[in-house]
């Protein structure tokens, strides 16, 4: 009877058509770059630079790198010069800089190396201003970038292994780094160039432990870089050991506020020798689409770095000038899945359009005390950013009205192995009659899906939120169901990096005949590949506008375009607070990604790429505008939020109940920084698990954990990766980002911080997402000397079923 209602009511869903499944040809044509190995300026001496006692020597001297961190890519080619003499200016020596693989490398085989990527150029202009150049060309390079660097098209080999001695993996990595070395082989100290030292690999440590792999990597930077070139590893203090290669120099990460002391511990008691750097001291933070605007305090910056260069400790501050993620390049980060903002601001001391700020003031009059005799050099001019008055969008191509060709396809595939790598794809099906409508299951849309039933909206799935289902109405026999799936940026931390695009799986409805479910695979698909380049929507059929809305009254998804005028081109802040969810282009250049959650509501136009007179700005927006206009505005929106879901964990009212709860652990943390472990005295059996803390070292009402994770039945971490935070009883996102869900985002120098005032217990309940048997918690409190917020006693507690709050 069941099977009888499951083949009339959903047979077309599951009729199985032979699958055509076209892919597009790969282009490998001929390299944009040439081969030829660019000299650098011969009448530059060559010279040393490697590791002595206790510090580094350049010429054999002793010598304290003050490097400040760029991204060439970031930053519009005209305006390179300005941003190394403003780092120069500051009174920094070095520019250190990754190289990003997949915006050299678009396809297997196909270099560019020309304009915004031209890297000898680059360091060139660094070396024609007296800055050294530390090199870290990955193969990875994490840095908020489109899945940490790496390029798309390895993911077309579905079963291949990142960042680990795949044999695939290893040989695309040796080819790339061999041209990178043609490009700037010619530019390290030895041959007259400015490049003192080469990274291997990056923090690899926070990936896993491989020394096999990275001794891989080590010896293919050797092979093509030579061996009189110095090498170096960064990692953080907590797991620098883990991959630390006899041969290499290593090097920690952290952020401001961090006990530096503490930071160099280990690395002093295991090689009491080793020059110190801390090759990235965080100036500020990244942005993510839903959250607040990062900040962190100059003080605590300028404390950081005067502690260091007292000490002759050498430092990179990532970043002293972010830039821009133009395009679709912003990355993600995980774990769950956290996109990052176009604006790469990072709150450095030069802001994202190349302004000096009170951070960039503070830290050059504290530079000017190190600067060894020499003169710091004169601030450049800044560029005067302008206003353009508002105008409005004449033409639009409704995206339903501009779909390409379709390929036909049985089963549902991701964007890759269709060979697109970026932008959005639509799937089309046919639905069998849902009479009382159904249940449908996205098996998982990557990254922001939206769903339409013959061009009614329906819903949307947000990877962000862990949104997976939708109630479909009821339909008739061979309603059209368009699942319209927008691709963000590709994970670049951790260990989702392998991160597919598009539908990953599959997509199922269900139904309910007389009581009893019914659950049926979705098959037979059309499907569109909307390729995120400037030229697939210049070709769409553009008509002028006359309404934003369509027969629905709901937002038209499309491409809205429109020309303006700019008297005297400079900088500008382009406001999209009108719009929905999307892409921008402006005189064809790729300016960055839009959505109205905020918090950034402006993309950084920069002069340069402006023209006097008639501008073009083309927007994609998959949502479609409230109101299709724009305005050019001096300063940008970087901190306007607009928020949809609650960014704390406990509803109005709610309040943990633990009276009648037994603890499956009671103990004390020990005061001061780093790791602290406890192993229970069982095993404990649950999903769900609270920390209740008790009462703080300090007396003090603030509770802060930075990381923790709980030990699974043999000793070993448990995966976080499917947890959620169930409960908080107090988080500080008042202006920061200080929810619950911060102790395990793989951050070491993010932390979750009750509200000031709040007083204890304090408690978290954490959703493992399945039943585990735990025998142990380790717990990061936060990284300052004064430990803030440090927790004294804690219970914890484990249950099979949910807490009651
Ligand atoms: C780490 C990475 C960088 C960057 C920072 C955070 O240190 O090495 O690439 O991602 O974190 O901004």
Known sequence: MRNFFLSTVLTIACLLGTAAQAQKPVTTGDAIATDEVRNSDKSNPVGTFEAGKGTFLLNGKPFVVKAAELHYPRIPKPYWDQRIKLCKALGMNTICLYVFWNSHEPQPGVYNFSEQNDLAAFCRLCQQNGMYVILRPGPYVCAEWEMGGLPWWLLKKKDIRLREPNPYFIERVALFEAEVAKQVKSLTIANGGPIIMVQVENEYGSYGANKGYVSQIRDIVRTHFGNDITLFQCDWSSNFTLNGLDDLIWTMNFGTGANIDQQFAKLKELRPDSPLMCSEFWSGWFDKWGANHETRPADDMIKGIDDMLSRGISFSLYMT???????????????????????????????????????????????????????????????????????????????????????????????????????????????????????????????????????????????????????????????????????????????????????????????????????????????????????????????????????????????????????????????????????????????????????????????????????????????????????????????????????????????????????????????????????????????????????????????????????????????????????ADSEDVSHANRSADKTFDLQESTYWSTVEGSSYPHAIVIDLGAIHTLTGFQCLPRMESEVPGSIKDFRIYVKTQQFNF
Not at 412 to 423: A, C, K, L, S, W
Not at 442 to 455: E, K, P, R, T
Not at 552 to 567: D, L, N
């Open 321 to 727: 000038h972010g830039g821009t993620n133009w395009g679709h390049w912003a990355g993600a980060n995980s774990p769950g899945f956290a996109p990052d903002v176009t604006s790469y601001d990072y709150d450095a001391p030069i802001s994202e359009s190349g302004q000096t700020t009170p951070k960039y003031w503070k830290l050059r009059e504290t530079l000017s005390r190190y600067m060894d005799g020499e003169k710091q050099a004169k601030v450049p001019a800044l560029i005067k950013p302008i206003s353009i008055p508002a105008f409005r969008f004449t033409e639009m191509a409704p995206l339903f009205d501009n779909l390409p060709a379709a390929r036909k396809d049985e089963n549902i595939r991701t964007m890759e192995e269709y060979d697109q790598g970026f932008g959005s794809i639509l799937y089309r099906t046919s639905l069998p009659e849902l009479k009382n409508g159904a249940t449908l299951t996205v098996n998982d849309a990557h990254d922001f899906a939206q769903v339409f039933i013959d061009g009614r909206y329906i819903g949307k799935l947000d990877r962000r939120n862990g949104e997976k289902q939708l109630a479909l109405p009821a339909c008739p026999k061979g309603a059209r169901m368009d699942i319209l799936v927008e691709a963000m940026g590709r994970i670049n931390f951790g260990r989702a990096i392998k991160d597919f695009k598009g539908i990953t799986r599959n997509v199922e409805i269900s139904v309910d005949i007389d009581g009893y479910p019914f659950t049926c695979d979705l098959k037979n698909w059309e499907v569109y590949n909307l390729e995120d380049t400037y030229e697939f929507y210049q070709n769409m059929k553009f008509r002028p506008i006359q309404s934003l809305t369509d027969r629905f009254g709901q937002r038209i998804p499309g491409a809205y375009r429109t020309k303006f005028q700019v008297k005297k081109p400079s900088d500008t802040f382009l406001n999209f607070e009108s719009w929905g969810k999307g892409l921008v282009y402006v005189n064809g250049y790729a300016i960055g990604r839009i959505w109205e959650i905020g918090p950034q509501q402006t993309l950084y136009v920069p002069g340069c790429w402006l023209k006097k007179g008639e501008n073009e700005i083309v927007v994609f927006d998959i949502v479609g505008p409230k109101e299709a206009r724009s305005e050019g505005l001096r300063e940008p929106l970087l901190d306007q939020l607009q928020v949809q879901k609650p960014l704390t964990h406990r509803r109005e009212g709610e309040r943990l109940e633990l009276s009648s709860e037994r603890p499956a652990f009671s103990g004390s943390f020990k005061p001061g920084n780093g790791w602290q472990e406890v192993r229970f005295d069982k095993p404990a059996t649950g999903r769900y698990v609270c920390i209740e803390a008790l009462n703080s070292q300090d007396g003090k009402p603030l509770a802060c954990i930075a990381e923790m994770y709980l030990l699974d039945k043999n000793g070993d971490r448990l995966s976080r990766e499917p947890w959620t935070v169930s409960y």
